[in-house]
Structures are given as C-alpha cells and as structure tokens.
T-cell receptor, first 113, second 111 residues
Framework: DVKVTQSSRYLVKRTGEKVFLECVQD?????MFWYRQDPGLGLRLIYF???????EKGDIPEGYSVSREKKERFSLILESASTNQTSMYLC????????????FGPGTRLTVT | SQQGEEDPQALSIQEGENATMNCSYK?????LQWYRQNSGRGLVHLIL?????REKHSGRLRVTLDTSKKSSSLLITASRAADTASYFC???????????FGAGTRLFVKA
C-alpha cells in the first residue's frame, strides 16, 4: 500500500520559533510538494521538488524554505513562525514525466500562538 | 485567482440521490483531476481526464470535460453517507509542473 507520511498530525508552536515539518514517501516518486490549505482558499503550493536537492518556488514561498537531501524525504521549514502561518499543511508526491496523480499525506495542522 | 473554481461551494442531498459538482477554469490544460478529502485528512485521487477526452467513468463516478467552455463536472450516482467529503478539481497546464487546485465543494449526504 503506497504511503506518504507526515511527522505530526497536530503541532503547536510559538511565534518566532523555527518549525520543521517532515514528509516521507515510499513510492520512489521524483516529485514532492508542500501545500497549505486554508478555508475558502483551497490548496496553495508553497514549494515543490522534482529531484534530490532541487526545488522550485510555488505560489506562496515567502516565510518558508525546503530541503530535499534524500529522494524519499521532503522537509518544510518555517524559519520564524508567525500567526498567519497557522494552517493545515499537506505534503504530496507524484511520478515525473507528465501529469500524474498526486498522493497526499494526512496533513499537519499547525497552530502558531 | 484560482485556476479551477468549483460550484456549488456546498451541497446537501439525501442518500441515494445523485450529486453533481462543477468546475470551471481559465486557461488551456493538459488534464483535469478530481480529488476527495474527508474531514481533516489528506486528499485522495478519484479520476483524471485528459484534455482530448470528453467523458470518463469510474464506478459510481462520471466526469465530463468541455474544453470549449473550460468546464468539467463530477457526477456521483446513488450517493452514500460515506461520500460526505470535500471534492476538489485540479488542473495541469501544458508544459507546467504545477497542479492548481480549486477551493472545493463540500458535499453532505444525509442517511
């Protein structure tokens, strides 16, 4: 059974803290994505990666960075968490070479106080 | 603005009825996908329809695509309480890496 896992389901952090969200996939997918989901706004792409050590900015990269040192792992980093980063964060992966379905993790609900 | 926009925003029906959700988009696409999200969970892929296809079926799901109107519809027949979820359309533009998701339709199926 294919799987995308995220390190935490719920996370509460204080303003100014550095936050790490981890995502691991076991499908040998080349592409990995980080989205945030807010009510009424759907999913918005933060960053994606199409290979190890490669990354591309999505629509809302400000305040975030990413790391992909291994093919199966894609990390999202909030350098200095702010209250407007309170959201649901979803990781996904897909095969490369065209339009393929994305496989999503269960999500991390992050609250920044 | 969103590439894909679903309509209606919310839909409430009785078990056994059909549910129809619509998606409109703005620019040309490679394909269009529909995903389901149960409350507080990740998204699950339902069906993909390519830009040169007009209709596709998967079990109780029927998807249509009208590229001239830049719209798609998802029909769920004989709905069940377990179909209660949010449904998102997602589009891929030619030559692009990114998949653009709409804001979703919330479907509630009453038992």
């Amino acid at each position: 059974d294919v799987k995308v896992t995220q390190s935490s389901r719920y996370l509460v952090k204080r303003t100014g803290e550095k936050v790490f969200l981890e995502c691991v996939q076991d499908m040998d997918h080349e592409n990995m994505f980080w989205y945030r989901q807010d009510p009424g706004l759907g999913l918005r792409l933060i960053y994606f990666s199409y290979d190890v050590k490669m990354k591309e900015k999505g629509d809302i990269p400000e305040g975030y960075s990413v790391s992909r040192e291994k093919k199966e792992r894609f990390s999202l980093i909030l350098e200095s968490a702010s209250t407007n980063q309170t959201s649901m964060y979803l990781c996904a992966s897909s095969k490369t070479g065209g339009s393929y379905e994305q496989y999503f993790g269960p999500g991390t609900r992050l609250t920044v106080t | 603005s969103q590439q894909g926009e679903e309509d209606p925003q919310a839909l409430s029906i009785q078990e056994g009825e059909n549910a129809t959700m619509n998606c409109s988009y703005k620019t040309s696409i490679n394909n269009l996908q529909w995903y389901r999200q149960n409350s507080g969970r990740g998204l699950v892929h339902l069906i993909l329809i390519r830009s040169n296809e007009r209709e596709k079926h998967s079990g109780r799901l029927r998807v249509t695509l009208d590229t001239s109107k830049k719209s798609s519809s998802l029909l769920i027949t004989a709905s069940r309480a377990a179909d209660t979820a949010s449904y998102f359309c997602a589009t891929d533009k030619p030559g692009g890496f990114k998949t653009i998701f709409g804001a979703g339709t919330r479907l509630f199926v009453k038992a």
